[in-house]
């Protein structure tokens, strides 16, 4: 008896074989991982079908029996071997200070547009019952309290934690197979 989980996505370079380990977990004879799958040689996003993986695995193991369980398709993505890319730290750089500018731009727009200010000094003179001597007491810890309320909300402090940005790339992810994705011919 052979059983096979199909995973979600695979990764392999051109030029290097598709192997039933690198694709799916499975319980079954000794050496079954190396199993060849049918995969294109072109780089891009294929989907590996699980009746293809039975075939493939029929073929080597025509007295054995199958269960295929889990998902139905493996994404394979054949790609180039990752080249050093020297603009990198510069393009990253550059993403975050647009980012670091946009969103200190869209806050103080904001701020500017509900007049921020005088509803910090109504709140102060609300629970101290005198106006405020120097806006600076309210707006340093309002700006650090974002801060921090961003990190928190991000999960910065704790990096075990899923942050809603890996949440949004993994939907990305998956969406970006399903569009892609060929079929294996």
Same mark, same amino acid.
């Given at each position: 008896m052979?059983?096979?989980?199909?995973?979600?996505? $695979?990764k392999v370079t051109p030029g290097q074989p598709l192997l039933l380990g690198s694709a799916a977990r499975l319980i079954a004879p000794e050496g079954a991982g190396g199993i060849?799958? =049918?995969c294109p040689e072109k780089t891009g996003v294929w989907k590996l079908q699980a009746i293809d993986v039975a075939r493939a695995v029929r073929a080597a193991y025509p007295q054995e029996a199958i269960t295929l369980m889990g998902a139905d398709v493996c994404?394979?993505?054949? &790609? #180039?071997a990752p080249k050093r890319d020297l603009t990198r730290p510069l393009r990253? !750089? !550059? !993403?975050?200070?647009?980012?670091?500018?946009g969103g200190a731009l869209?806050? $103080?727009?904001?701020?500017? #547009? &509900?007049?921020m200010p005088r509803a910090q000094a109504a709140v102060y003179e609300a629970i101290t019952g005198e106006a405020p001597s120097d806006m600076r007491l309210i707006t340093v810890p309002y700006a650090?309290?974002? !801060?921090?309320? &961003? $990190? &928190?909300?991000?999960a910065? =402090?704790?990096?075990s934690a899923t942050t809603p940005l890996e949440v949004k790339l993994t939907a990305y992810q998956e969406d970006m197979e399903k569009t892609e994705g060929r079929e294996i011919e």
């Open positions: 052979i059983y096979i989980q199909l995973g979600n996505r $695979a060849v799958l =049918p994404y394979v993505h054949r &790609v #180039d990253t !750089a !550059a !993403a975050f200070l647009i980012l670091c500018l869209g806050l $103080a727009w904001f701020h500017s #547009d &509900v007049d650090v309290g974002v !801060a921090l309320g &961003v $990190a &928190v909300f991000y910065l =402090p704790s990096r």
